[in-house]
């Protein structure tokens, strides 16, 4: 594939702030918006190109929304370390797994995922509304933490460490076989599964997606796959870099519940527009 123009770089650019930002603001990284676009630009490209690049720009996209967030001092550095961890060996077999799976196969399994994932922002879009208050006993396996945020925000809140190391594990593997990073799956498991208040989950999972990332990334870069999308990704990863602090900026001025509604339709005409894809090309 011939590597892209200028004008095409400075597409890259604007698509990847405009990545960071949202995913920033939501806290899942950016790679569910990302990945499907990169599958419907590059109809002819591996799965595990398209995934190296994904995931390499999640990674700076979470970096920068990582040191935003620390600043706002709204992350939990103690459960974060636990579950990225967790992540790493999911991480690595799930970058191994891309370079298995044919094309057409891929694009299926992440356009159901895609329209699934839809359905839940839709039933689940204001995911900032817990409050992470402990139930009245602290059964044994809970732990207590809390935080105090820049701006003096008290966050006390329990949840079991074993079953988000657990699950840490699984979505390792499932965001880096997809290329989506998995904070779009982190944040919900975080809030619902184990509540955490929704602010200290979305910049914790920026926490542990820059990790798990990075890891991903790793992989791909010793098995090669990277070397075919450089150019596209220091293009997305310029633009996610300039945006991740807007969208940190933005996501204490604004309610998400509308804007994750917008972004549950938008995956889903995308989810439909790449099975349709699938479907043509097997016809």
Do not use: C
């Not at 597409?11 to 949202?22: K, M, P, R, S, V």
């Not at 595990?48 to 935003?68: D, H, K, M, R, Y």
């Not at 003096?152 to 997809?178: C, E, M």
């Amino acid at each position: 594939m011939t590597e892209p123009t200028v004008s095409r770089i400075l597409e890259l650019i604007a698509l990847g702030f405009g990545t960071g930002a949202y995913g920033t603001l939501i806290g899942a990284g950016g790679g569910f918006v990302l990945m499907p676009l990169l599958l419907l630009l590059f109809p002819r490209e591996g799965p595990q190109v398209l995934t190296s690049i994904s995931l390499a720009v999640v990674f700076f996209n979470a970096l920068a929304g990582s040191e935003s967030y620390a600043m706002m001092k709204r992350i939990d550095y103690r459960a974060g370390s636990m579950f990225a961890l967790a992540t790493i060996p999911g991480a690595i077999l799930g970058a191994l797994g891309t370079n298995h799976v044919p094309r057409h196969l891929f694009d299926l399994i992440f356009g159901v995922i895609l329209i699934a994932g839809a359905i839940f922002l839709f039933l689940h879009p204001n995911m900032d509304r817990r409050s992470g208050a402990d139930p009245p006993a602290k059964p044994r396996g809970l732990t207590t933490h809390h935080l105090t945020t820049a701006d003096g925000t008290h966050y006390d809140y329990t949840f079991r460490p074993i079953v988000g190391i657990v699950l840490s594990f699984f979505i390792g593997y499932a965001s880096s076989f997809l290329g989506i990073g998995g904070g779009i799956i982190h944040v919900p498991v975080l809030i619902y599964l184990l509540h955490f208040p929704g602010h200290v989950a979305t910049a914790t999972s920026h926490f542990i997606l820059a990790i798990m990332a990075f890891t991903g990334t790793a992989v791909h870069v010793v098995d090669g796959s990277f070397a075919h999308g450089m150019i596209r990704t220091l293009g997305l990863s310029i633009g996610v870099v300039l945006g991740a602090p807007f969208g940190a900026h933005l996501s204490s001025h604004i309610r998400s519940g509308w804007i994750v509604r917008g972004l549950a339709l938008a995956l889903s005409l995308a989810g439909i527009r790449i099975l349709i894809a699938v479907f043509e090309g097997q016809g």
